[in-house]
């Protein structure tokens, strides 16, 4: 069973910057794809990111194209999302998300992590 645990949210100012950070337990992390959801209060769970198993390519929303960066290290089994020029609607919690299609769609990941807040202040 595949565990995710997100960190690196909190408050911030618009235009700073986040690293979020997704490590990840059991199963083996290089054989998964990787992504990043957020989910903004009283809206649906939405797509940010992914990567795929030897982050060879990604994938990124309009919302996050040019300013959030996916990443992963393999031999550390955690995934990454630097956030940058962070707006006031970049405002969310962030999951991490495992599955093994390199898909937006959230119904197609089946392990994901317990999220962490992003707060962007204006």
């Known amino acids: 069973q595949v565990q995710l645990v997100e960190s690196g949210g909190g408050l911030v100012q618009t235009g700073d910057s986040l690293r979020l950070s997704c490590a990840a337990s059991?199963?083996?992390?290089?054989?998964?794809?990787m992504a990043w959801f957020r989910q903004a209060p009283g809206k649906e769970r939405e797509f940010v990111a992914a990567?795929?198993?030897?982050?060879?390519?990604?994938r990124y929303a309009d919302s996050a194209k040019g300013r959030f960066t996916i990443s992963r290290d393999n031999a550390k089994s955690t995934a990454y999302l630097q956030m940058d020029s962070l707006k006031p609607e970049d405002t969310g919690v962030y999951y991490c998300?495992?599955?093994?299609?390199?898909?937006?769609?959230?119904?197609?990941?089946?392990?994901w992590g317990r999220g962490t807040q992003v707060t962007v202040s204006s």
């Open positions: 998300a495992a599955g093994d299609y390199y898909v937006a769609t959230t119904t197609l990941y089946p392990y």
């Open positions: 059991g199963g083996t992390f290089s054989s998964r794809v």
């Open positions: 990567i795929t198993l030897s982050g060879g390519s990604t």
